[in-house]
């Protein structure tokens, strides 16, 4: 895998794992491992503060959030100048991804990696989900949350991801087709998921 850089992109659900996955295959394939720190080096890279990156995180454009931001400018809430769109941030994480995979090889959870990557002759896409049982559980006990609680949150995570990734790619959050694996973590295991990963990898790239 020296000779050329291998990107294994993910998609999850939330709640399905992904980023134990994420991190155990990155150590297995003894490469790098990105996620939130995809923000971390967006934020540093560009000079704006990392919490404009958060709060945009896996988000698309919508009226409501333009008519919140609005809002907290005229309340002085934040100040203009602070303000960056979503398409503005997409674009910055998306320089990043392409230099990241243009560097090493590594693991990228979410943001539309895929898609961005999509021109790239050694990235596999990979997209995670679980039973609903499964999510709820891991999601309660990750957060300290009430199973209640943790099933909304995963409806409303779930929601937030697929629009970001149907708004910026030209194909559909979650459908098989979209990507080149599609693979139960409740039925593989996360130990399964990584090791059958794994070995598409080395198959595919050598």
């Not at 709060?55 to 809002?71: C, I, T, Y």
Request: neutral net charge.
């Amino acid at each position: 895998m020296d000779s050329k850089h291998v990107i294994i992109s993910i998609g999850r659900e939330f709640g399905s794992g992904g980023r134990a996955v994420g991190k155990k295959l990155a150590d297995r394939l003894g490469i790098d491992y990105y996620d939130k720190e995809l923000m971390t080096l967006a934020a540093k890279e560009s000079g704006f503060a990392q919490e404009i990156f958060e709060r945009a995180d896996e988000k698309h454009p919508s009226f409501a959030g333009v008519m919140q931001w609005l809002n907290e400018v005229f309340t002085s809430a934040v100040c203009a100048d602070n303000y960056m769109s979503n398409d503005a941030i997409f674009k910055m994480q998306s320089e990043v991804i392409l230099r990241l995979a243009h560097r090493n090889s590594c693991v990228i959870v979410g943001r539309c990696s895929d898609y961005i990557l999509r021109n790239e002759p050694f990235c596999l896409s990979v997209f995670l989900h679980a039973s609903m049982t499964d999510r709820i559980v891991r999601v309660a006990q990750r957060m300290n949350v009430s199973e209640e609680k943790a099933c909304a949150l995963i409806e409303t995570k779930d929601k937030h991801r697929a629009e970001y990734y149907n708004f910026y790619s030209s194909k559909t959050w979650g459908k098989a087709s979209s990507y080149d694996l599609c693979l139960n973590v409740s039925l593989l295991g996360e130990d399964g998921v990584v090791s059958l990963i794994e070995s598409v990898v080395r198959e595919r790239f050598g």
